[in-house]
């Protein structure tokens, strides 16, 4: 059975949680002062810590550096119920670490949901911890690739912010895998059971043109506005139970941002053309691919809405700075298009990767990140025979749509290397429009060996 800790000094709503635990299957044990809770806390491990913010001695938040660092299962979650939440004391409390907040007097339904989230002892095992870690190694954790110590940091980030109900926002350039990150952020989650609900705020235009964006998020009433003939759930109520995941926040209108604030510090919001309020239970998910300061600095991120998401934030690096990812993420899309085609068929033998394949993958920059990366490789992959030789493999003898088929180099026989070299290395920029990194990849050396092979050439 798992055991709760309740601290609250006000004896109506210690006796009514204690009520609500117990019919819920909890063990409960109860303190009315943080003093009380730390000496509860060397007889016991609880799994679940329920403590208000105003106590006779002191803060709530005063207690999580009492909490036992490495309980069973994880984090231990904990709960601060509170009477006048601000957005200042919400972003305390999740910098400290807690689970989530309820506003007094507190929702019994939203109570209750959290409480189902809670992990039994037996749902986390030595042998799934075990798991995860031997699979992180291998460069994969839940959907998400790759092993360089730039991944790593984002994977321990993850993993530390999935089990609590903290809002989180996902920053990273266009083609990072904001998506990807989210979706396993929710799959790691206590709610992974609950709906996975996406909205791309780059479609709010034309989403607004068919159904007002406050409808869309918030839903609405029969009669609200013309059209309105039902009753219709918005995003809030189809992600109940789960995640909203809101991508490119920054493209989402100022009023919307405003309106989205409001629900995430009252735990609710009224439907468009209604009256009553109905109680939140989604965790928020944002993404933008802009610099949150800078979002904030040009007003298409709203400043409390950014302080309230930064609380807890993921930052993707960019594919350039990941080490030998690329190539990883390479052979992990030519393994999936092997599978697909002998499912299909329609593959007598499995394509295999070649080494100038690689070299390719490792010297681009590749600006548009991952899903440019994996674009490239699913059209080589269609171009080629048994094995890929060259990103360019779709190009026909292309490359940036310029035809090499009729670019040589005429070599007379005595000619010093040195020579040789320099005429072969003019030639290829010049086939590529002087892009290095392209050149680079092409005569099969780093470019920073070709940045100083044409210092040379200038010195000389």
Known sequence: MPHALIVEDDPNSLSGLSAILSADGFSVDI??????????LTRFIPDVVLVDLNLPDGSGLDLLQHLPAHPPGGALPVIVMTGNATVESAIEGLRHGIWDYLLKPVNIPRLRSLLARIPRPYELTEEVQTLRAALRQLGRFGAMLGRSGAMQHVYDTIEHLAPTEAAVLIAGETGTGKHVAARTLHDMSRRRKGPFVTFDCRTAGSVAAHRPLDSLMFGHEHGAFGGADQREPGLFEQASGGTLFIDEIAELPRVQQEALLRALDS???????????????????????????????????????????????????????????????????????????????????????GPNFLRECLAYEWPGNVRELQDRVRRAYHASGDVLESLRADEA???????????????????????????????????????RHRAASLLGISPKTLYNKLQRMRLN
């Not at 933008?288 to 600095?297: C, D, N």
């Not at 998401?309 to 030998?324: G, I, N, Q």
């Not at 026989?413 to 086939?431: K, S």
């Open 31 to 40: 303190a009315t002062t943080i003093a009380e809770a730390r000496a509860a």
């Open 267 to 353: 735990q609710t919001f009224i439907r468009v053309g209604g009256t009553h309020q109905v109680v939140t239970d989604f965790r928020l998910i944002a993404s933008t691919r802009k610099v949150p300061r800078t979002a904030v600095a040009d007003g298409s991120l709203h400043e409390d809405l950014a302080l309230r998401l930064e609380a807890a934030a993921v930052t993707l690096p960019p594919l350039r700075e990941r080490a030998d990812d690329a190539a990883l993420i390479a052979q992990a899309v030519v393994d999936e298009l092997n599978h697909e085609a002998a499912v299909r068929g329609t593959a007598e033998v499995a394509k295999q990767i």
């Open 397 to 435: 003898g292309s490359v940036n749509g310029r035809d090499l088929s009729g670019s040589r180099v005429q070599v007379t026989v005595g000619t010093p290397l040195a020579d040789v070299e320099e005429m072969l290395i003019r030639a290829t920029l010049d086939a590529v429009g002087g892009t």
